[in-house]
C-alpha cells in the first residue's frame, strides 16, 4: 500500500508538538501569574495529555501497521472525532482542578473565571478543526459542572476522572479489545495527570490571592 506522506506527517507532527519532557514545559511555564498564562497553561498541558495517550494506545495496539491505518479516511475521521472529544474533556477537568486549587490553597475567591478561561479556550480551537456542534456542546456541559462543582474540594476528589473515561470511550480500538486494556488504558492517562498536577503546584507555589 501506497501512504499518503501527507496525512502520516501530518499525525506525527501532532504528536511531535506534544510529546515533549516535563522539564522543556516547565521552563517554558516558569512560573503562573496571570490569568492568560493559566490558559495558556491548561491548554498546552490538557493537549500533551490527550494527544500522548490516545496516540500511544493506538500506536500500541495497531504496531508496525500504525502508520498504514492513516491512510484508511474512516480511521483517520474516528481518530479526529476521538481528539476532539476527549480534548474537550480534557480542558474541562483540567479547568475544574486549577481553579479549585486556586481556591482552597491560594485564596481565589474574588473572581473565579473558570468558564471564561474555557470559553476562551475553546473560541481558539475552533481555528483549530474545533467543530462547533461539539464546541458549543462542550460549553453547556462545562456550565453545568461549573454551576455544580464543589471548589472547595474538586481538586482532591478524582478530578480527571471524565478525561480518562472520555479517553477509553472514544479510542478508535475494537470494543473486545478496549475492555481488556480498560484498566491500563486509565491508569495511564492518570499517570499523565499526576505528573500535570505536580507540576501546577510547583508552578503556583508561590501565587496567592490576597
Not at 474533556?89 to 479549585?100: E, K, N, R, W
Not at 462543582?149 to 478496549?178: G, R
Request: proline residues 1%.
Amino acid at each position: 500500500m501506497k501512504l499518503n506522506l501527507y496525512k502520516v506527517l501530518e499525525v506525527l507532527r501532532d504528536v511531535r508538538d506534544y510529546v515533549l519532557p516535563i522539564q522543556s514545559i516547565t521552563k517554558k511555564f516558569k512560573s503562573i501569574k496571570s490569568e492568560e498564562q493559566l490558559k495558556n497553561y491548561i491548554k498546552e498541558r490538557s493537549a500533551h495529555v490527550v494527544q500522548t495517550t490516545l496516540y500511544g494506545y493506538v500506536k500500541t495496539r495497531i504496531g508496525s501497521r500504525y502508520a498504514m491505518m492513516f491512510e484508511d479516511e474512516v480511521f483517520s475521521k474516528s481518530i479526529n472525532i476521538a481528539k476532539w472529544n476527549i480534548y474537550m474533556s480534557a480542558i474541562s477537568d483540567f479547568t475544574l482542578f486549577t481553579f479549585s486549587y486556586l481556591v482552597d490553597l491560594k485564596n481565589l475567591t474574588k473572581e473565579n473565571n473558570a468558564e471564561k478561561v474555557f470559553n476562551s479556550i475553546i473560541e481558539e480551537e475552533k481555528k483549530n478543526g474545533l467543530d462547533y456542534e461539539l464546541s458549543e456542546s462542550s460549553k453547556v456541559n462545562f456550565k453545568d459542572r461549573v454551576d455544580k462543582v464543589n471548589w472547595n474540594t474538586y481538586h482532591k476528589e478524582k478530578p480527571f476522572d471524565n478525561s480518562a473515561n472520555a479517553l477509553y470511550h472514544w479510542s478508535p480500538i475494537a470494543e473486545e479489545l478496549k475492555i481488556l486494556d480498560k484498566e491500563i488504558v486509565l491508569n495511564s492517562i492518570k499517570l499523565k495527570w499526576n505528573l500535570v498536577e505536580n507540576e501546577f503546584k510547583i508552578l503556583t507555589k508561590n501565587f496567592n490571592f490576597n
